[in-house]
């Protein structure tokens, strides 16, 4: 059981956050869970935690966390590099390319990215 209920994304344009979340975290097996028309885009991969996408309730532009990322599992170094490949097609922007972190630990493979609001995310495998 996860610790984590959820995780709550602000996007300025829900459908463009949609078509990069589809093919970003669908390469590390997240799907869209099926919602009501007018709701949020939410991602489960299996279960909780749920990545939801929303606008700010307080009609503000969203903005991005200065310091803050979210990590993402990755079941293969193939799934790590595909997360980032789709993100930088999708209008992301490279905030560290796919490879070993050794500081992190032996096996720590991982890639960075910024979605097109400046979240910053994080695919990562530790799997040798």
Not at 11 to 30: E, H, K
Request: glycine fraction near 12%; aromatic fraction near 10%; hydrophobic fraction near 30%.
């Amino acid at each position: 059981m996860s610790v984590i209920s959820h995780i709550t994304l602000g996007t300025n344009d829900p459908s463009r956050a949609s078509r990069f979340y589809d093919a970003v975290i669908g390469a590390l097996g997240f799907e869209r869970l099926h919602k009501p028309p007018g709701k949020p885009p939410a991602y489960e991969k299996g279960g909780p935690p749920t990545v939801y996408l929303y606008t700010p309730e307080d009609g503000r532009p969203a903005t991005w966390g200065n310091g803050t990322h979210v990590a993402f599992t990755a079941d293969s170094r193939e799934q790590v590099r595909a997360f980032h490949e789709k993100a930088l097609a999708l209008g992301g922007a490279c905030a560290g390319p796919p490879g070993p972190r050794p500081a992190y630990g032996r096996n720590y493979y991982a890639a960075y990215v910024r979605d097109p609001d400046g979240n910053k995310l994080q695919a990562v495998c530790t799997r040798g």
